[in-house]
């Protein structure tokens, strides 16, 4: 027999895998890397209008906390964390490095690199030579007769396309981080040798990141599960079979949802979740449009490529969570040289109920997160008057 469940439990039961509605305390090194652990994928992205997007699920989920202490988890040399190709650009565990070893060995041949690595094999042979006897170095700091800004539309030299194939190949890794450009080095200099060494087949490798995925999702459909790190949908398929087989994933139905539903044992199901927060782009939450359209009824389009006439709600609007729903999206800008927090445009989300008190707290603490000394409103969305009203009353009382 199948197990059904409504809409709003495999919300809770989502947001509950994911980490919300937890108590919230002081948080150090311990609660940033147990969250971690939890995500088992931390995405990246560079733009910084607001804040990088790496440092905004552990805000949603913990409350305020120390920015360094989250770069000393996962960028310095020898941690317990690595980069690699998950998902999109994205923070991992490094134990599970080796479940990326057939990725390593298909981007060899694959149509994104053969072409220029067959052309360029003494690049190749240069950066290797270069990173083995002066590593750790940014792309800037290799330097040779090649490294000119002639390569495809986003102007990567040869020496970077180089290291970006050594990179997927898994021959370099990314050493941390300088003002969030990488350092590269060869592997063999981070990866300890019982994991550099570790050739897990594929298969094996598959079922594994589907029973993280799964785990990390709380409830999923098949798409749900293949996109946490980006797999194809067959060898999903074929790894949700085993486990279901063992146990570990249970079919279910949920009311509203076209497809089949599995249920990770281990996920929680929640009476309530509590939680007041704004997510990244790229929160594992959102991330998957499809799946934040049919879990939360949230339409989420990010806004950054395109051009400023034809958006509709701003460049880096963050979608607003007030416990089990999305009710509106936020686009902010920390403006650092004066201090401001700047609410570019506010928008309620169709008819949903915003308690603003909790908008303006979370505001103020976001703020004061990112050691900015006031809030500043413009005057875009139809939620932004309301808001911006209800915060100055706030600061009168």
Request: aromatic fraction near 10%; charge should be neutral; proline fraction near 6%.
């Amino acid at each position: 027999m199948v197990d059904s469940f409504s809409a709003a439990q495999a919300r809770r039961i989502a947001l509950a895998a994911q980490g919300f509605g937890r108590p919230r305390g002081p948080v150090g090194t311990r609660q940033l890397n147990l969250a971690l652990q939890r995500l088992a994928v931390l995405q990246l992205d560079s733009v910084n209008v607001f804040e990088r997007s790496h440092y905004l699920p552990f805000f949603a989920r913990l409350g305020p906390y120390d920015k360094s202490l989250l770069d000393r988890l996962t960028f310095r040399p020898k941690s317990g964390y690595t980069e690699y190709w998950a998902h999109q650009a994205a923070v991992i565990p490094i134990e599970h490095r080796p479940l990326w070893h057939w990725s390593m060995q298909k981007w060899r041949t694959h149509k994104s690199f053969l072409p220029w690595a067959s052309e360029h094999p003494e690049m190749l042979d240069f950066l290797r030579a270069e990173l083995r006897d002066k590593g750790p170095l940014t792309s800037g700091q290799v330097e040779h007769d090649a490294n000119k800004r002639s390569g495809p539309w986003w102007g990567w030299s040869d020496v970077k396309t180089g290291l970006e194939t050594l990179f997927f190949w898994g021959e370099v890794v990314v050493a941390g981080r300088t003002r969030f450009e990488r350092r590269y080095d060869v592997a063999e200099r981070h990866v300890p040798p019982e994991l550099l060494g570790r050739e897990i087949p594929k298969d094996d490798a598959v079922r594994e990141l589907v029973r993280l995925g799964s785990r990390a999702l709380g409830i999923g459909t098949v798409s749900d599960i293949a996109d946490y790190y980006r797999l194809l949908q067959a060898p999903t398929k074929a790894a949700i079979r085993d486990l279901v087989d063992s146990g570990e994933l249970l079919p279910v139905h949920v009311h509203g949802w076209d497809a089949p539903a599995y249920l990770h044992r281990d996920a929680r199901i929640p009476r309530r979740i509590e939680a007041a927060a704004l997510l990244s782009p790229f929160d594992p939450i959102v991330w998957e449009r499809d799946r934040a359209l049919r879990m939360f009824g949230f339409h989420y389009r990010i806004e950054i490529y395109t051009p400023a006439p034809k958006r509709v709600f701003g460049y880096y609007t963050l979608p607003l969570l007030i416990d089990e729903a999305l009710v509106g999206r936020i686009d902010l800008k920390s403006d650092r040289q004066a201090g401001v927090l700047r609410v570019q445009s506010a928008w309620r989300e169709g008819e949903a109920s915003v308690d603003l008190d909790r908008v303006v707290a979370l505001l103020d603490e976001t703020a004061a997160w990112q050691g900015l000394g006031s809030v500043e409103f413009a005057d875009r969305g139809d939620l932004i008057a309301e808001l911006a009203a209800h915060y100055s009353a706030a600061r009168q009382r």
